[in-house]
């Protein structure tokens, strides 16, 4: 069998501009990476995987904002801006659902197991939350059966995010 935790961490409406979806997406993947350079060395978004360009960020997450700015662009969306005639997406813009992207952590790029980081965040909805959901699997990644590990990623998870509710569940399959 087949086990996997999922680490989520949800809280209310926290409106974000885009500058700041990516700053706070940034922050909690440099987070990660420097928590654990093995399982977090090489992340790029789903957005890259689904076009088969699967290209870590680079160390220093330097390419972060100029590859993931476009990818949260979805035409079929109307954005706020400062500027009421811009309805574009502009670093400045904020959305009522807010922004959603999923990284995929591996080893390498050829490396067929992977951890999703979900970042779901920065609604301007009354009733839109965010939330962070890490999923790993335990068998290929055997330093997140460690309580002591799972505890550490729990609080960096929880420090940078400052839910209202967070959780560890697992699960076998």
Excluded at 39 to 65: H, K, L, P
Excluded at 114 to 123: K, Q, S
């Amino acid at each position: 069998m087949d086990e996997q935790y999922v680490l989520t961490a949800y809280w209310g409406r926290r409106p974000l501009t885009v500058r700041q979806y990516l700053a706070f997406a940034r922050g909690l993947l440099e987070k990660l990476r420097a928590f654990d350079a093995d399982a977090f060395g090489c992340i790029y978004s789903s957005t890259d995987a689904e076009a088969r360009d699967c290209r870590c960020y680079a160390a220093d997450f330097s390419d972060f904002e100029e590859r993931l700015f476009p990818q949260l662009e979805d035409e079929d969306k109307r954005y706020a801006n400062p500027d009421p005639e811009v309805d574009a997406l502009t670093l400045d813009s904020t959305h009522y659902f807010g922004f959603n992207e999923i990284f995929i952590c591996q080893r390498d790029p050829d490396d067929e197991t992977f951890i999703a980081v979900t970042i779901d965040a920065g609604g301007t909805g009354e009733d839109v939350g965010g939330h962070v959901v890490v999923e790993f699997p335990v068998q290929d990644y055997p330093q997140f059966a460690r309580f002591d590990y799972v505890k550490e990623l729990f609080r960096i998870v929880v420090e940078h995010c400052r839910p209202e509710r967070a959780h560890v569940l697992s699960h076998e399959w």
